[in-house]
């Protein structure tokens, strides 16, 4: 009987579940995207519940297209959006509050607490990280703060911490397991990633008790088994467990030190693995970790770019100026250029390497000829800007020189974005056949740790480019787009300077 590893794919605005088969080709998937809350300007917020059952669903109407019985999956491999942050209380298992989500911004206040406290060098040295509401430590505290009775009840040892992964582990094995993978630790803000364990100091500055956290564990291995009642009948393990864009880099087979990929989902992820070593960035590159397999670490330096394909979504739902994402690529390409138009889609701050929280969205070089190509254009565009100055920020820190650059997500579908990405950074994009590379990582890492597939080399055989995009663009022109797009950037900065 034919066996799958089944990866389930939890995104920032959809979960999906995919069926791999042992040459490492998708078989098939469902999807079903749930509901984003805005309470207030800059929140974005997700209720856990709707997470776990679409998840649900798309774990049985995976199952139901291909045609695929619970007992042909040998492994689960769970990759989860990052960072986004479920307390839940230990006996009933309800969470108490909503998800506060990676993007939200609800924690500003904290941080700039905490940064008034001196404590910027101290988190940044343990964690690679920096004091920005994008980390999960501040959304703990916040949830903390803010639901009535939560803090005795956290003291007492009634609630417990987890980010999707570790929430989609404890509902699948019916609360049994209380677990997260050295990645996902990694964006917390309380995880020391020399040491690998809680930062005790850490959590006293942000008053999170250490019972609320899960063990942190390998990203490859068994951590439980379903409960017979969640999948037809069938207790399979759940054997890989990974952040979506480390779980991308895995995916991509970027297993050597200085490979890197860009993933263009509703943000833009850079990673570059780093192999063994924690390099620190002076460029807002965070050092995280990679994956840890058989208790051997490996360290990536990130670039996080907030706004992409989701700038994306707001062409469509927020301007209404298209009617699907795919559709951009036809605006975009019925111009010559944007005409001189630059959007810098900070609609929830700025990331690497500026860092700025309070910047907001802003549209430049408009004329009364300018039409909506012009804006769906400038907005694929600031994708590939953005990506820019990151890879900049990466030759300055690592003395990258990069050759090529791998690509993966919803947005390199579009052969405009990927030519412009070329262009603008004068390098190879490589688009892999199996463009689901976060949810294939996911399926290699659980493959791995059930004997499904044998070593990271048989992974990385799997890996064949779909199309090279090859760049074509004058030097003097790059740079003088490139020049109008760091102009706007900081005219958007002086905007809520
Ligand atoms: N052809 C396209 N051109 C540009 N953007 C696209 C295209 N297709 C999808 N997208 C964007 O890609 C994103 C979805 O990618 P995905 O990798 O599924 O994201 P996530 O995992 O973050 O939910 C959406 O924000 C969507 O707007
Ligand atoms: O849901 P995605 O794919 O945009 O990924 C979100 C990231 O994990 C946030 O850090």
Not at 403 to 419: E, I
């Amino acid at each position: 009987m034919t066996q799958y590893i089944l990866s389930l794919d939890q995104g920032t605005t959809s979960s999906r579940a995919m069926l791999f088969n042992h040459d490492g080709e998708m078989v098939d998937v469902a999807q079903q995207e749930f509901e984003q809350y805005f309470r207030k300007p800059g929140w974005v917020e997700h209720d856990a519940n709707e997470i776990w059952t679409s998840t649900q669903h798309c774990m049985t109407e995976v199952l139901r297209k291909a045609d695929v019985d619970a007992s042909q999956i040998a492994g689960i491999g769970i990759t989860n959006q990052r960072e986004t942050t479920v307390v839940w209380d230990r006996q009933t298992g309800k969470p108490i509050h909503k998800a506060i989500v990676w993007q939200s911004r609800q924690t500003e206040d904290i941080c700039t607490d905490l940064r008034e406290r001196g404590l910027e060098e101290t988190f940044r040295t343990k964690t690679g990280l920096l004091l920005d509401p994008y980390f999960s430590g501040t959304k703990v505290k916040w949830i903390l703060d803010h639901v009535d009775g939560a803090r005795e009840r956290a003291a007492n040892g009634e609630l417990m911490f987890g980010t999707i992964d570790t929430w989609l582990i404890y509902k699948l094995t019916g609360g049994d397991v209380h677990v997260t993978d050295y990645s996902n630790a990694s964006r917390t803000l309380m995880f020391n990633i020399h040491d690998l364990e809680w930062d005790d100091e850490l959590l006293s500055h942000l008053d999170v008790p250490k019972n609320m956290l899960p063990t942190v564990t390998n990203s490859s291995e068994i951590y439980g088994h379903t409960v017979s009642y969640q999948f037809q009948g069938e207790t399979v393990p759940i054997a890989g467990a990974c952040g979506d864009q480390q779980a991308a880099l895995f995916g991509q087979a970027c297993f050597d030190k200085g490979m890197a990929k860009n993933t263009y989902g509703t943000g833009c992820f850079m990673l570059m693995n780093t192999g063994d070593e924690a390099v620190s960035s002076n460029n807002g590159l965070l050092t995280t970790l990679a994956w840890g397999i058989d208790g051997r670490v490996d360290y990536a330096l990130e670039g996080s770019i907030f706004v992409a394909g989701s700038a994306i979504q707001w062409l469509r739902d927020g301007l209404r100026l298209i009617d699907s994402a795919p559709k951009s690529e036809d605006y975009a390409q019925r111009v010559e250029s944007t005409d001189g138009v630059y959007v810098v889609p900070a609609f929830v701050g700025l990331g690497t390497p500026y860092w700025d929280s309070q910047a907001r969205g802003a549209m430049f070089g408009l004329t009364r000829g300018s039409e909506k190509e012009h804006v769906v254009r400038a907005t694929l565009e600031s994708l590939a800007y953005q990506t820019k100055d990151v890879v900049n920020a990466m030759i300055d820190d690592a003395g990258l020189q990069l050759k090529t650059l791998r690509v993966d997500g919803g947005a390199v579908k579009n052969n405009f974005l990927m030519q412009f990405q070329s262009d603008m950074l004068n390098v190879a994009v490589e688009r892999p056949v199996v463009n689901e590379t976060t949810a294939l990582g996911a399926a290699y890492l659980a493959g791995l740790a059930v004997g499904f597939w044998d070593s990271q080399n048989d992974i990385a055989n799997q890996w064949n480019v779909d199309e090279t995009f090859e760049p074509n663009m004058e030097d003097d022109v790059r740079d003088e787009k490139y020049d109008g797009w760091k102009r706007a950037v900081k005219a958007t900065q002086a905007f809520t300077s």
